[in-house]
T-cell receptor, first 114, second 115 residues
Framework: QKEVEQNSGPLSVPEGAIASLNCTYSDRGSQSFFWYRQYSGKSPELIMFIYSNGDKEDGRFTAQLNKASQYVSLLIRDSQPSDSATYLC??????????????FGKGTKLSVIP | ETGVTQTPRHLVMGMTNKKSLKCEQHLGHNAMYWYKQSAKKPLELMFV???????ENNSVPSRFSPECPNSSHLFLHLHTLQPEDSALYLC??????????????FGPGTRLTVL
């Protein structure tokens, strides 16, 4: 059973602080890693993807990948109340015949306190 | 219309009803997906279509029947559902389903309630 684990939270941070969201995965063959944001009652929207070890920055968001430790994280700098949402980690898992499936974690609920 | 659209947005049905969910993508993608999202559970992949061919069926009960007439449209036909099937059903699309590099774009979902 290929799994993606996240702390369910809620993770509460004050406005302006750095929010750190973590994710571990079990399939060593995974190559693509995604962070989705899901507001309550809405569908997931892609905010970051990372394929290589190291850091990838996009505005206030930084994704970090460590394949040796099977660990991927998302940092949100200068957190804003509008960042309050559930963050889903998704990892591609090989399902055979050249196909990959995205396996999602349960998500971490982030609350940014004004 | 842009992105991925789904209709209806809300659906209440009895256990003996037959209904269908519709998804349409306007992104020129070749792969489409059905997911189920229940409370306190991760997104569950149900079906994958790549270039109109079904490539994945994740042990979904036969009371859920997908149909993909072309790369832009995807349906989920529902019949004799159970109350535990109540959930948010999400459609997604991506450029293709083969290979490790792809990003999925989600529709707004259909909130299904089975009475």
């Amino acid at each position: 059973q290929k799994e993606v684990e996240q702390n369910s939270g809620p993770l509460s941070v004050p406005e302006g602080a750095i929010a750190s969201l973590n994710c571990t995965y079990s399939d060593r063959g995974s190559q693509s890693f995604f962070w989705y944001r899901q507001y309550s009652g809405k569908s997931p929207e892609l905010i970051m993807f990372i394929y290589s070890n190291g850091d990838k920055e996009d505005g206030r968001f930084t994704a970090q990948l460590n394949k040796a430790s099977q660990y991927v994280s998302l940092l949100i700098r200068d957190s804003q109340p509008s960042d309050s949402a559930t963050y889903l980690c998704a990892v591609d898992v090989y399902s055979g015949a050249g196909s990959y499936q995205l396996t999602f974690g349960k998500g971490t609920k982030l609350s940014v306190i004004p | 219309e842009t992105g991925v659209t789904q209709t209806p947005r809300h659906l209440v049905m009895g256990m003996t009803n037959k209904k269908s969910l519709k998804c349409e993508q306007h992104l020129g993608h070749n792969a489409m997906y059905w997911y189920k999202q229940s409370a306190k559970k991760p997104l569950e992949l149900m079906f994958v279509y790549n270039f109109k061919e079904q490539t994945e069926n994740n042990s979904v009960p036969s009371r859920f029947s997908p149909e993909c007439p072309n790369s832009s449209h995807l349906f989920l036909h529902l019949h004799t559902l159970q109350p535990e099937d109540s959930a948010l059903y999400l459609c997604a699309s991506s450029p293709e389903a083969r290979g490790a590099l792809y990003e999925q774009f989600f529709g707004p979902g259909t909130r299904l309630t089975v009475l």
